[in-house]
């Protein structure tokens, strides 16, 4: 077997941030760690490469295995390589942030992970350097979502302009004009509008919309123009 002779060997593992969207606020999921050190601290859901795996792979897994569901949502962010970043080994993490629906996924948290959601303004300090994860992540996101509609990823089949122009403004920690907002949704062409209204904020109510899934798959690029001055 032919070895790269005098080279050092790492861990290879992945973390990922998992964004979702409940009660008008943008929130993350968070476990919390099972072994030493800093255990029982929160942090990222994560696991080490397998050895006939892509981090890709690991990554699906270790989503799989919290939620027992797969098909998220889920982006490849950065490699983070610090060599004291593990405080037992030399460990490179790739990291990638995913967005789900809090309530389709609600029921199927493993209650063994102690997973548990967080306001991101009221989000814990976080074990080795998994806050910085969590600040790149929200600057990937941010920025991602100036250029494409992957916020649709956090909400419910049925949802109102007013709560995606509430998780737009999380996103982006800003206000926008709720006129300017509808008017610049609707153009894009990829929503259809429901005849039921949702009246719970309301006696008027706002209209249900819905994602049309094929125009969301061909034009992904319509959201270019929503917020144009967004940088990452």
Same mark, same amino acid.
Not at 88 to 106: H, M, N
């Given at each position: 077997?032919?070895?790269? #002779?005098? +080279?050092?060997?790492?861990?290879?593992?992945?973390? /990922?941030?998992?964004?979702?969207?409940?009660? =008008? +606020?943008?929130?993350?999921?968070?476990?919390?760690?099972?072994?030493?050190?800093?255990?029982?601290?929160? /942090?990222?859901?994560? =696991? $080490?490469?397998?050895?006939?795996?892509?981090? *890709? @792979?690991?990554?699906?897994?270790?989503?799989?295995?919290?939620? =027992?569901?797969?098909? #998220?949502?889920?982006? +490849?962010?950065?490699?983070?390589?610090?060599?004291?970043?593990?405080?037992?080994?030399?460990?490179?993490?790739?990291?990638?942030?995913?967005?789900? @629906?809090?309530?389709?996924?609600?029921?199927?948290?493993? &209650?063994?992970?102690?997973?548990?959601? $967080?306001?991101?303004?009221?989000?814990?300090? !976080?074990?080795? *350097?998994?806050?910085?994860?969590?600040?790149?992540?929200?600057?990937?996101?941010?920025?991602?979502?100036?250029?494409?509609?992957?916020?649709?990823?956090?909400?419910?089949?049925?949802?109102?302009?007013?709560?995606? +122009?509430?998780?737009?403004?999380? #996103?982006?920690?800003?206000? #926008?004009?709720? =006129?300017? $907002?509808?008017?610049?949704?609707?153009?894009?062409?990829?929503?259809?509008?429901?005849?039921?209204?949702?009246?719970?904020?309301?006696?008027?109510?706002?209209?249900? $919309?819905?994602? &049309?899934?094929?125009?969301?798959?061909?034009?992904?690029?319509?959201? !270019?123009?929503?917020?144009?001055?967004?940088?990452?």
């Amino acid at each position: 077997m032919i070895e790269y #002779v005098n +080279q050092p060997h790492y861990l290879v593992a992945v973390d /990922c941030i998992v964004f979702g969207f409940d009660d =008008g +606020q943008l929130k993350i999921l968070l476990v919390k760690r099972g072994l030493e050190p800093e255990i029982n601290k929160w /942090c990222l859901m994560g =696991g $080490f490469v397998g050895a006939e795996e892509t981090p *890709d @792979d690991a990554a699906n897994h270790v989503l799989k295995k919290l939620t =027992g569901l797969e098909g #998220v949502y889920l982006e +490849q962010l950065r490699v983070y390589g610090e060599p004291k970043r593990d405080p037992i080994e030399r460990t490179l993490s790739v990291g990638y942030f995913a967005l789900i @629906d809090i309530q389709k996924y609600k029921t199927q948290l493993i &209650d063994n992970y102690q997973a548990e959601w $967080f306001l991101i303004s009221d989000m814990p300090k !976080l074990i080795f *350097d998994h806050n910085k994860m969590v600040s790149d992540a929200r600057k990937a996101l941010r920025y991602k979502a100036s250029l494409h509609p992957i916020l649709f990823e956090m909400l419910p089949k049925k949802f109102t302009i007013p709560q995606l +122009q509430t998780l737009f403004e999380q #996103v982006n920690d800003t206000k #926008v004009d709720t =006129g300017n $907002f509808s008017r610049k949704i609707t153009s894009t062409g990829l929503l259809i509008k429901l005849e039921e209204k949702d009246k719970s904020s309301s006696k008027k109510g706002a209209y249900y $919309f819905k994602l &049309d899934k094929k125009k969301y798959a061909a034009n992904f690029h319509t959201f !270019l123009s929503l917020i144009p001055s967004l940088k990452p």
